[in-house]
């Protein structure tokens, strides 16, 4: 069974789930999956979009129309996320080189090891993203707990003391 976390509502797709990370096909971190029954796509094409430094596009909500996530919160999941990505490109040039022609393979550098250090620190980082998006969202689940008790304890004081 996957492992998801809601991140939000985008307006054109509804929901939108960040499936949880998980090792494939014996040599690589599958993780990044973000959509729903109807989409799928990369959480990379909203982080690493050609505009990535315009305001608009690190804006959380330009990405979502509703999120429990805060500006910060994802700048950090943006900066973790890149790290991520690099960390998987490393670990495939160590593992297979360019995967363009066999004829490249002498000149390659390749390293099983290298490629499994970087692999094992690309765990790292993915496990503390999920994580951090766990902690974050159960967080905000009571942050809105208060808010909705907030005003009915307010109300009950004030009653009280007429």
Not at 24 to 41: A, I, K, L, P, S
Not at 96 to 116: D, L, M
Not at 122 to 129: T, Y
Request: glycine share 4%; charged share 30%; net charge neutral.
């Amino acid at each position: 069974m996957n492992e998801r976390i809601h991140l939000g509502k985008n307006k054109n797709y509804g929901n939108i789930y960040l499936t949880k990370h998980k090792w494939d096909c014996d040599w690589y971190w599958g993780f990044g999956y973000v959509g729903n029954v109807n989409c799928h796509f990369h959480i990379d094409s909203l982080i690493n979009h050609p505009e990535k430094y315009n305001e608009k596009w690190t804006d959380v909500t330009h990405q979502f129309s509703e999120t429990w996530l805060t500006q910060e919160q994802w700048w950090i999941l943006r900066d973790l996320f890149i790290s991520a990505y690099s960390l998987k490109k490393a670990a495939e040039v160590y593992r297979y080189g360019g995967h363009q022609i066999e004829k490249a393979s002498p000149y390659r550098v390749t390293s099983p090891e290298k490629a499994k250090m970087i692999n094992d620190d690309l765990k790292i980082v993915l496990d503390n993203i999920w994580d951090l998006l766990t902690k974050w969202k159960e967080e905000s689940k009571v942050d809105i707990k208060l808010i909705d008790i907030l005003p009915t304890t307010l109300d009950n004081k004030e009653s009280s003391t007429k």
